[in-house]
């Protein structure tokens, strides 16, 4: 009896579901309706700058998320402390350590009470960058970039732009990438007055992201996931290296068309008062350089950031060759591994930065 019981019970169960009520169907279609209209009319920069780090994230390792959240958050921000921004790929990410470990060392070193935020994003592409930048630069407070540059950022074009546009990573759509891309003659970013509409992509990607937080808790970003790893075995060193190799291919045809782009940029960001930019030559291990690279590309390109740094007149820093970088510091072809590595370029660029003229 009890048997036939459950089986009854199964068997009804099965039934509402293929074939439900009417008051059951007004139900689920008034809870999708709540939610969809709540998605469009509640979900706002403002929102996700003051909540989306509670349920938004995938994992601690999705930086796209926690760049964008970090933008959303500095325009919405009213500190007006000295704002350092770091911003780059995942390279530059791995060789600072985390905001918090910075502003500990700045205090420490030169009695300034800076924020830091760091604003990479692993393969982040140039033009991405100074995107980022242009949205949070502001003339409330005194604001110097760091600017993590290298080979791979130096591109024709077309190609990267085409991409960002077609497969967005951020949660904001840029006006300075919309006039890159009209400037080229590229088709442009869809911009409404509807911000979950036009960022419809990135949470879409992340739809199930706020039951995964609701139920481990919300995850924290890993600032410093390569600190202490094992380097890559030979095999998977070669492998990684050769696909980092064949993005460096044309970077030389780039040169011209990153450096007008990059002119431009400091033109526009000259304009807001206290700010201040560094050029920032990226972490590179020397096994890389020797096997793969070349040192005579790798030279070739230091000369020409030179010689452009020196007609801009702003400071690109070369940090490796002062803290003594050696292949045991380094993870991969880039990435650093070493915590007394992260701690020396640290130290050299706080050196660097002069906080005192801020």
Not at 101 to 121: A, F, H, M, P, Q
Not at 314 to 324: E, N, S
């Amino acid at each position: 009896m009890y048997l036939l019981s459950r089986s009854a019970t199964r068997g009804a169960f099965i039934r509402g579901l293929l074939q439900p009520s009417p008051v059951a169907v007004a139900i689920a279609a008034t809870i999708l309706t709540l939610g969809i209209g709540f998605c469009f009319f509640r979900i706002s920069p403002d929102f996700v700058a003051q909540h989306g780090a509670r349920y938004l994230p995938m994992s601690g390792r999705d930086h796209s998320f926690f760049v964008t959240n970090a933008i959303l958050e500095l325009q919405q921000s009213e500190d007006t402390r000295p704002l350092l921004l770091i911003v780059g790929a995942s390279v530059t990410r791995a060789s600072y350590g985390s905001e918090a470990s910075l502003e500990r060392k700045i205090l420490e070193s030169t009695g300034r009470d800076v924020e830091v935020r760091v604003l990479c994003i692993g393969r982040q592409p140039l033009i991405q960058n100074i995107a980022n930048i242009d949205e949070v630069l502001t003339d409330k407070r005194p604001t110097t970039v760091v600017f993590g540059i290298g080979p791979g950022n130096f591109f024709s074009g077309d190609e990267v732009i085409r991409d960002i546009i077609e497969e967005p990573r951020l949660g904001y759509r840029s006006e300075r990438i919309n006039l890159e891309a009209e400037r080229l003659g590229l088709a442009s970013f869809r911009i409404t007055n509807n911000y979950f509409y036009d960022n419809l992509d990135f949470f879409m990607l992340r739809r199930l992201s706020p039951l995964k937080n609701v139920l481990s808790g919300p995850f924290e970003q890993e600032q410093t996931r390569y600190i202490g790893r094992n380097q890559k075995p030979p095999k998977k060193f070669h492998e990684h290296s050769m696909e980092v190799l064949a993005r460096l291919d044309d970077f030389q045809e780039g040169m011209p068309y990153t450096f007008d782009l990059l002119n431009r940029s400091l033109e526009r960001w000259r304009q807001f008062d206290s700010f201040k930019i560094i050029f920032s030559d990226m972490a590179v291990n020397p096994v890389f350089v020797r096997d793969y690279l070349g040192e005579d590309v790798r030279e070739d390109y230091l000369a020409r950031m030179r010689v452009w740094a020196a007609k801009q007149n702003v400071d690109f820093a070369m940090l490796q060759p002062k803290v003594g970088l050696h292949p045991d510091d380094f993870f991969d072809w880039g990435h650093i591994r070493s915590a007394d590595a992260v701690r020396r370029l640290q130290d050299a660029l706080i050196d660097r930065l002069e906080f005192a003229e801020l």
